[in-house]
């Protein structure tokens, strides 16, 4: 539930990337250091492709499940 969130307050939108975000700057350097373009399948267009379409049930399945097995896995400890 997290994750839209946090794509959203980094500027990676349903309506695109926001001016002078961090998602804004990202894109920058990965242009600057692509000679111009943003490489399909960087983490950049990985990250813009999430912001705009949001994430699947599967995928919002497997990052809760995943993040309960850490959070489980650290509290053993405490």
Same mark, same amino acid.
């Given at each position: $539930? /997290?994750?839209? $969130?946090?794509?959203?307050? =980094?500027?990676?939108? /349903? ?7 961090? /998602?804004?700057? =990202? =894109? ?7 000679? *111009? ?7 950049? /267009?990985? @990250?813009? +492709?999430?912001?705009?379409? *949001?994430? +699947?049930? @599967? ?5 809760? +499940? ?6 489980? *896995? ?5």
């Amino acid at each position: $539930m /997290a994750v839209p $969130m946090v794509l959203s307050v =980094m500027g990676f939108t /349903a309506t695109g990337i926001t001016s002078s975000s961090i /998602a804004a700057k =990202m =894109m920058s350097t990965a242009a600057i250091a692509n000679g *111009g373009g943003v490489a399909p399948g960087s983490l950049v /267009a990985t @990250l813009q +492709s999430l912001g705009a379409t *949001g994430l +699947s049930g @599967l995928t919002k399945f497997i990052l809760g +499940s995943t993040g309960s097995a850490i959070v489980a *896995g650290i509290a053993r400890f405490y």
